[in-house]
């Protein structure tokens, strides 16, 4: 071989060499960038992750935004929710939460769909007390929705005997929320194993609570609520401690006001009555012997909570409506909850809520509903409060 041959080959050589070098350090400053770009704890994001039965336990609530490449997805008419792995295998367990619901009479016509959406939660438990008989083949209860056979007789009992009510043989049904705060020590024998109790309603529908509610603020609190009441019947939260068990008993006159059974005290909430479980927590957590979380927002159409009328406001002196747009929907799919169309936000924003309380259109939501929604992988409420498998 010749001189020039030799030339050629190592010319080959070293080109080869300088292009598998150059390749090397472009995928490592891609890597790096990619990196870089990803969540700092370490989660891996998927943008077609779905909430499964096997699965749904072992993935995190939904972090937003999600980084690029990791963008939600917004073809068609419904978001492909983002779900992140668990980051920290080593982290304590998260804390376990009942939120109990005695409800006497017939079970709403929606309550399997009730069941659903909660079913996305695990990280919470439902305990319902009613004297209807459930049966088992009408459709299968998720494994937290429990059902306690109560009586109205029973829950009258315990009234008497764990907080010296005067004996009476049926509670009016409006009436039990003033029983609200009571529920630790009403249902204690209930709670074992559980790190917090709380109080909600049948007529909510759940998106993912854990987005809001996450560990870290069952953790760091006391009491946890959604509005800056600081105490709400559709939703809050107390530690089973025996500092939180004594809050209720401080509300002067709850005795009297049990007794009076043919008025509302909203004991669970906070009125413009001396007697209300909000004024005490508040108390306590200005002289700094209570934690209280009370959300991220203030109450208002901004808030993660969207309820179809609110109350009116004046008289609370907050920024709140007396009424939903008609042109608002409520998108639900595979444990996400969200709404569109708010005034409040550009409609290319997805403003995703925690539960939809349709106080005052139960009627209506009831005649929308059927079976097929317990099949459906996504569904919504329209601009007229009714239940829908397809939304604009």
Same mark, same amino acid.
């Given at each position: 071989?010749?001189?020039?041959?030799?030339?050629?080959?190592?010319?080959?050589?070293? *080109?080869? *060499?300088?292009?598998?070098?150059?390749?090397?350090?472009?995928l490592g400053r891609t890597g790096l960038a990619t990196e870089a770009a990803a969540p700092r704890n370490g989660s891996l994001c998927a943008t077609e992750a779905t909430y499964t039965p096997e699965n749904r336990s072992?993935?995190?609530?939904?972090?937003?935004?999600? /980084?690029? /490449?990791?963008?939600?997805?917004?073809?068609?008419?419904y978001f492909t929710p983002v779900l992140y792995a668990p980051t920290n295998l080593n982290a304590p367990p998260s804390p376990?939460?009942? *939120?109990?619901?005695?409800?006497?009479?017939?079970?709403?016509?929606?309550? /399997?769909?009730?069941?659903?959406?909660?079913?996305?939660n695990p990280g919470f438990d439902w305990l319902i007390f009613t004297e209807e008989k459930f049966e088992a083949n009408e459709f299968k209860l998720p494994p937290n929705v429990i059902i306690h056979a109560m009586s109205m007789l029973d829950f009258c009992g315990l009234l008497v005997h764990r907080l010296g009510v005067r /004996?009476?043989?049926?509670?009016?049904?409006?009436?039990?929320?003033?029983?609200?705060?009571?529920?630790?020590?009403?249902?204690?024998?209930?709670l074992e194993g559980y790190d917090?109790?709380?109080?909600?309603?049948?007529?909510?529908?759940?998106?993912?609570?854990?987005?809001?509610?996450?560990?870290?603020?069952?953790?760091?609190n006391d009491v946890v609520t959604v509005?800056?009441? *600081?105490?709400?019947?559709?939703?809050?939260?107390?530690? !089973?401690?025996?500092?939180?068990?004594?809050?209720?008993?401080?509300?002067?006159?709850?005795?009297?006001?049990?007794?009076?059974?043919?008025?509302?005290?909203?004991?669970?909430?906070?009125?413009?009555?001396?007697?209300?479980?909000?004024?005490?927590?508040? !108390?306590?957590?200005d002289r700094g012997a209570l934690r209280v979380w009370s959300g991220a927002e203030p109450w208002s159409?901004?808030?993660?909570?969207q309820q179809d009328q609110y109350y009116p406001c004046q008289k609370f002196r907050i920024n709140c409506i007396t009424t939903i747009p008609p042109r608002v929907r409520i998108y639900w799919r595979q444990g996400q909850m969200w709404r569109s169309g708010h005034p409040n936000f550009p409609r290319s924003r997805r403003n995703f809520i925690m539960y939809y309380h349709f106080i005052r259109t139960k009627r209506r939501v009831a005649a929308s509903y059927s079976e097929k929604f317990l099949s459906a992988e996504q569904f919504c409420v329209n601009g007229s409060h009714h239940l829908s498998l397809t939304c604009p």
């Open positions: 071989m010749d001189a020039r041959g030799s030339v050629n080959i190592v010319g080959t050589l070293l *080109l080869f *060499l300088f292009s598998a070098c150059f390749a090397h350090s472009t072992s993935l995190c609530p939904l972090s937003m935004p999600c /980084p690029s /490449p990791c963008q939600p997805s917004t073809k068609g008419k376990r939460v009942a *939120l109990l619901i005695p409800y006497f009479g017939r079970l709403p016509r929606w309550f /399997p769909l009730f069941c659903k959406t909660a079913s996305y /004996p009476i043989n049926r509670y009016p049904p409006r009436k039990v929320c003033d029983t609200r705060p009571f529920f630790g020590l009403l249902f204690r024998e209930y917090f109790w709380g109080h909600t309603d049948l007529d909510i529908l759940h998106g993912n609570i854990s987005h809001w509610i996450t560990p870290e603020v069952l953790r760091n509005f800056n009441f *600081l105490a709400v019947g559709d939703f809050t939260l107390y530690r !089973r401690s025996p500092a939180v068990a004594r809050l209720p008993f401080m509300m002067k006159g709850y005795r009297e006001a049990l007794n009076d059974v043919a008025t509302i005290y909203a004991l669970d909430e906070w009125t413009n009555r001396k007697v209300c479980m909000a004024k005490v927590i508040r !108390r306590e957590r159409p901004g808030s993660f909570v």
